[in-house]
Nanobody, 121 residues
Framework: QVQLVESGGGLVQAGGSLRLSCAAS????????MTWYRQAPGKQRELVAT???????TYTDSVKGRFAISRDNAKNTVYLQMSSLKPEDTAVYYC???????????????WGRGTQVTVSS
């Protein structure tokens, strides 16, 4: 069984910082791409940042220069360092991992349950 567990969410004031973590555990052969998504009330889920197996990163325009994604391959963990937070960053943040459970398996997408980030004015 593969599980992804997010942590690090909470309530912060505008301009503050948070670091989210997402640890993948279970039967994992390799982890390809790891991604952070978020979903604000009344809005669709959107991609925030991605990091591939070569540590190449991408960001949505609204967080560029403020957020940084990184990963620790030894721990199968992805992080999202969030700085200069704005009220519009308020959302449930979800972790996604594209991974294999064995060398012969196909890539599969796995989701965490989410962690709440609330940024007050």
């Amino acid at each position: 069984q593969v599980q992804l567990v997010e942590s690090g969410g909470g309530l912060v004031q505008a301009g503050g910082s948070l670091r989210l973590s997402c640890a993948a555990s279970g039967s994992i052969f390799s982890v390809n791409k790891m991604t952070w998504y978020r979903q604000a009330p009344g809005k669709q889920r959107e991609l925030v940042a991605t990091i591939n197996s070569d540590a190449i990163t991408t960001y949505t325009d609204s967080v560029k220069g403020r957020f940084a994604i990184s990963r620790d391959n030894a721990k199968n963990t992805v992080y999202l360092q969030m700085s200069s937070l704005k009220p519009e960053d308020t959302a449930v943040y979800y972790c996604n991992a594209l991974l294999k459970i064995s060398s012969a398996a196909s890539l599969r997408s796995h989701w965490g349950r989410g962690t709440q980030v609330t940024v007050s004015s």
